[in-house]
């Protein structure tokens, strides 16, 4: 590789991580907000609730990846040209083709690492991400035995305890029953544990009383055992419907009798979509290449190019987006999805191509 390539690649890598970074970090907070209940309501741990938000970060990368790439390559090439690199390199006889290579080089690794999270990565983590949110949404576990916080597992039903030892013994239990306005039920116990029996799960509570007030008498039991039937309580795990972003591409283009024929359109629509949006890597770079090499240089600015390439992009990237959802509903739009990806990239690459002597391109550019 000549070294004005490995510069511009250099730079171009750097720009690209840093923005994939940034964004990343701001879409994944955005993102992992939405789960914080899992702390404040279920009491999940803050290691928990970090390992449940970093299995979303293959699909933010996916979907970040071509704009990131495209903000760089404007970015880098804008620098340069404003700094007179670029003229010096086209001086020096080398064609727009030539200049943009470096681009083309550093948009096909970023494109290859996007398919590998289109095609593995992704599925692998969604599946793993539903999985860990389903359990801590479904199982009783999770969210009865939490220490040192109020629990709702149902609407109506708080469950308290002060800390679990090592043995899995619960200190300090509180559980009240409001479901039922009429008849609300509080129970005090020193200590419990949760027992699997052949009728289901059971809470055992120890050295405790119940409270009932119904119909505005108080009644008072003190025990010694008392068994609590949590089987109603326990939303136990069985199998789920699977998500398209969970399927393999064999999968989304595999027409399955079981379920209804949009969601087999749903399915087919995500397949079409992860094998265009990793390719938008390429088409964006051509696009930001195609404005931003032709022309005369202007020591005044490129705002203007630099205002277009970025409609251009908007527009394609928009573009994408909603035919996305457009595929989902019309199969006939996988063809124009298609075309939103190819039209572009044509367009640009006739528009890179050098139509001047290389001489008259160094008087232009001088």
């Known amino acids: 590789m000549y070294h004005y390539s490995k510069y511009i690649a250099r730079h171009l890598i750097h720009s690209t991580l840093l923005i994939t970074f940034s964004l990343t970090s701001i879409v994944w907070l955005t993102q992992a907000l939405r789960f914080i209940d899992f702390i404040v309501n279920q009491g999940v741990s803050i290691m928990v609730f970090l390992k449940l938000t970093i299995l979303l970060i293959p699909s933010l990368l996916l979907m970040i990846l071509p704009p990131a790439l495209f903000c760089s390559v404007l970015f880098v090439y804008n620098?340069?040209?404003?700094?007179s690199e670029l003229i010096v390199m086209q001086a020096a006889g080398l064609s727009k083709w030539r200049l943009g290579i470096p681009a083309?080089?550093?948009a096909v690794l970023v494109m290859l690492l996007a398919y590998s999270i289109a095609l593995y990565l992704q599925p692998v983590s969604y599946t793993r991400f539903r999985d860990m949110q389903a359990f801590l949404r479904n199982n009783y576990a999770s969210i009865l035995l939490q220490e040192g916080v109020f629990s709702n597992p149902v609407e109506g039903l708080t469950v308290f305890l002060r800390e679990r030892d090592k043995d899995g013994i619960l200190h300090g239990i509180l559980v009240h029953d409001n479901r039922d306005p009429k008849a609300t039920v509080t129970m005090l116990a020193e200590e419990g544990k949760l027992v699997e029996t052949p009728q289901g799960p059971r809470f055992l509570l120890m050295h405790g009383n119940r409270q009932e007030i119904n119909n505005g008498k108080l009644s008072f039991l003190t025990?010694?055992?008392?068994?609590?039937?949590?089987s109603l309580y326990a939303k136990q795990m069985g199998?789920?419907?699977?998500?398209p972003q969970e399927m393999r591409l064999p999968q989304l283009f595999t027409y399955d009798d079981t379920v209804s024929p949009l969601?087999?359109?749903?399915?087919?629509?995500?397949?079409?979509?992860?094998?265009?949006?990793?390719?938008?890597?390429m088409t964006l770079t051509f696009v930001a290449l195609a404005v931003l090499l032709s022309g005369q240089f202007n020591r005044r600015g490129h705002w203007q190019r630099?205002?277009?390439a970025s409609a251009f992009g908007v527009v394609i990237l928009f573009s994408a987006v909603g035919l996305r959802g457009m595929m989902g509903v019309e199969p006939q739009m996988a063809a124009v999805g298609y075309l939103n990806l190819f039209v572009p990239c044509v367009i640009a690459w006739w528009a890179l191509r050098d139509h001047m002597p290389p001489r008259k391109m160094v008087q232009a550019a001088a």
Not at 79 to 83: A, G
């Open 239 to 243: 199998a789920r419907p699977l998500d």
């Open 306 to 308: 630099i205002a277009l």
């Open 104 to 106: 083309m080089q550093v």
């Open 79 to 83: 620098k340069l040209k404003v700094e």
């Open 223 to 230: 025990f010694d055992n008392y068994t609590m039937d949590i």
């Open 263 to 281: 969601e087999n359109q749903k399915r087919f629509a995500e397949g079409h979509q992860r094998l265009i949006w990793p390719a938008y890597s």
